[in-house]
């Protein structure tokens, strides 16, 4: 085969896969999620918004942490966490790379979550008996990390 039509070839393939993507970005998604292994799960999203509920009654009570590893993190990831706990509990994340993180309120406007430098996970009180607290990370509209851990744990 002549080198120009190989590379016409490479062409149209590389150009028909960036069209499949396009196509498969979505503006909303639940996101998909593996099986839980050694109190983690990993999750991924082929959408600009995807939700996933990281519910912890699916994870073993022997967890003491949590951990998502959110696979090639791009655009937003609302994630619900199932605490399945009544009462004032509270829900620590540790720091977060590659996305901006947000703590969302039962009223819907969300604060932009800051973590010092080299200390620990901070953590979020229950509000109003809810169960379910929600947060949100925006990894940008660029891949620029292989992957992200969201690890985390409840505070009774
Ligand atoms: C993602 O959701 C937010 C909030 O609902 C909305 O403002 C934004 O337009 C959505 N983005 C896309 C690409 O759907
Ligand atoms: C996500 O899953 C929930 C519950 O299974 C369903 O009600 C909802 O329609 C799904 N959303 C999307 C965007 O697929
Ligand atoms: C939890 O830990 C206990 C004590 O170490 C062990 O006996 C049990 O099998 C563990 N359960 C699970 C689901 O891993
Ligand atoms: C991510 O969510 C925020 C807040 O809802 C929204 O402003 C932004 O447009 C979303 N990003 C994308 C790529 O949809």
């Known amino acids: 085969m002549s080198s120009g039509i190989t590379s016409l070839l490479v062409c149209l393939a590389a150009f028909s896969s960036s069209l499949v993507v396009l196509a498969q970005?979505?503006?909303?998604?639940?996101?998909?999620?593996?099986?839980?292994?050694?109190?983690?799960?990993?999750?991924?999203?082929d959408c600009k918004n995807a939700t996933f509920v990281a519910d912890r009654s699916t994870f073993s009570k022997n967890c003491s942490q949590m951990s998502l590893f959110w696979d090639a993190p791009v655009y937003n990831m609302t994630l619900l966490f199932d605490s399945h706990l009544i009462g004032p509990y509270a829900l620590c994340l540790e720091r977060v790379m590659c996305t901006t993180a947000f703590f969302t309120k039962n009223d819907g406007s969300e604060v932009e979550i800051k973590w010092e430098k080299f200390n620990g996970p901070v953590c979020f009180k229950s509000q109003q008996d809810t169960p379910i607290m929600q947060f949100r990370f925006d990894a940008g509209e660029r891949w620029h990390c292989y992957?992200?851990?969201?690890?985390?744990?409840?505070?009774?």
Do not use: H, K, L, M
Request: with cysteine.
């Open 147 to 156: 992957g992200s851990f969201i690890n985390f744990f409840f505070r009774q």
């Open 25 to 45: 970005r979505g503006e909303s998604c639940n996101a998909t999620s593996s099986p839980i292994y050694d109190c983690s799960q990993s999750i991924s999203s």
